[in-house]
């Protein structure tokens, strides 16, 4: 039975803070067993707790240390999910400076989170998945 919106709404909430926090436990608690993050500009996805993990990790030790600042654009809540949307600063490590504009779609699934649904560059993506965007370029193919 599908847990109502409110708390699905929270545990969005909790997997956005968890992302901000770098707490791993928390992210990956948030979710469901078989979480899909669908690459929806790119059309392709990646599935799977193993899969999360190694994007978090990538996420949270790699590409977070990047982020020079961010706005948060807009937040909504629909029966599918909560949509957050940002605008956001990089300074690699090679000194260059790149502004994004990346929307994230929370999805919601039975009592935890379903996945997450992108829409971002090519370029943005590959930094911020870095092997997980691989992963998802090889589930993609495997599946067609």
């Known amino acids: 039975m599908r847990a109502d919106h409110e708390a699905l709404v929270a545990v969005a909430k909790r997997h956005a803070e968890a992302e901000a926090n770098s707490d791993?436990?928390?992210?990956?608690?948030t979710l469901e067993d078989e979480p899909v993050y669908e690459l929806a500009t790119l059309g392709i996805s990646f599935r799977g707790k193993d899969a999360a993990r190694r994007y978090y990790e990538h996420f949270f030790g790699t590409?977070?240390?990047w982020i020079a600042g961010f706005e948060l654009v807009n937040q909504w809540a629909t029966d599918e999910g909560l949509g957050e949307e940002y605008w956001m600063e990089l300074a690699l490590p090679d000194g260059a400076r790149e502004r994004h504009r990346i929307i994230g779609i929370l999805l919601f699934g039975e009592t935890r989170l379903a996945g997450e649904r992108l829409y971002a560059s090519e370029r943005l993506l590959r930094l911020m998945l870095g092997p997980a965007y691989e992963i998802a370029e090889r589930q993609t193919r495997a599946a067609r």
């Open 24 to 29: 791993l436990a928390t992210a990956l608690a």
């Open 63 to 65: 590409f977070q240390p």
